[in-house]
């Protein structure tokens, strides 16, 4: 089976500009989670969604960031304008619903914004 | 507001020895234990759960939990280089058991 899909890899980016990452969960799996890893934070939960609707965003840092679900296998996460601090690797996860489902993540998105 | 704290190391042992990460966190409701490993520039792997008290093994990797006392373990017994990675303990941070909140890892390096 395929595993959590992330596209673009890697992106360089000059401030203000704006940034979109995406997602593809594995089949079947109800909650998607995007995350963001840096050095001084660690791994960030920024947003999840349970069958295409958000649950919790609280972690979104600012307007500046905004997350979709349009379908049950597609989702992105926009930063729109980008700053130098979003820099960072960005994971995307899904999982199954039941309790104790553990998490599986993508490669992730490394962005730079210059 | 919810942590997991993990000393950040880096935790040196020579090959063949036992590898101990520890793990506290601050809810005491939480139900859900994971262990993931993260080698540099990849993404986090799990490598175990555990959500009742004792012991839970598998293979080299055994994990302990201890809810009265806040804390979550994993050892790793015959320990090898490739094992060398940051470990991140994550714990459920809601009812439902799904949304996670992990620690910063700690960093093992073992040495040949």
């Known amino acids: 089976d395929a595993g959590v899909i992330q596209s673009p890899r890697h992106e360089v980016t000059e401030m203000g500009q704006e940034v979109t990452l995406r997602c593809k969960p594995i089949s079947g799996h109800d909650y998607l989670f995007w995350y963001r890893q840096t050095m001084m934070r660690g791994l960030e939960l920024l947003i999840y969604?349970?069958?295409?609707?958000?649950?919790?965003d609280s972690g979104m840092p600012e307007d500046r960031f905004s997350a979709k679900m349009p379908n049950a296998s597609f989702s992105t996460l926009k930063i729109q304008p980008s700053e130098p601090r979003d820099s960072a690797v960005y994971f995307c996860a899904s999982s199954l619903a039941q309790i104790h489902q553990p998490q599986h993540f993508g490669d992730g998105t490394r962005l730079s914004i210059l | 507001q919810k942590e997991v704290e993990q000393n950040s190391g880096p935790l040196s042992v020579p090959e063949g020895a036992i590898a101990s990460l520890n793990c506290t966190y601050s809810d005491r409701g939480s139900q859900s234990f994971f262990w993931y490993r993260q080698y540099s520039g990849k993404s986090p792997e799990l490598i175990m759960f555990?959500?009742?008290?004792g012991d839970k093994e598998d293979g080299r990797f055994t994990a302990q939990l201890n809810k009265a006392s806040q804390y979550v373990s994993l050892l790793i017994r015959d320990s090898q280089p490739s094992d060398s990675a940051t470990y991140l303990c994550?714990?459920?941070?809601?009812?439902?058991?799904?949304?996670?909140?992990f620690g910063k890892g700690t960093t093992l390096s073992v040495s040949s």
């Open positions: 555990i959500y009742s008290n």
């Open positions: 994550a714990v459920n941070q809601d009812q439902a058991g799904t949304a996670l909140i």
């Open positions: 969604f349970n069958n295409n609707v958000p649950i919790d």
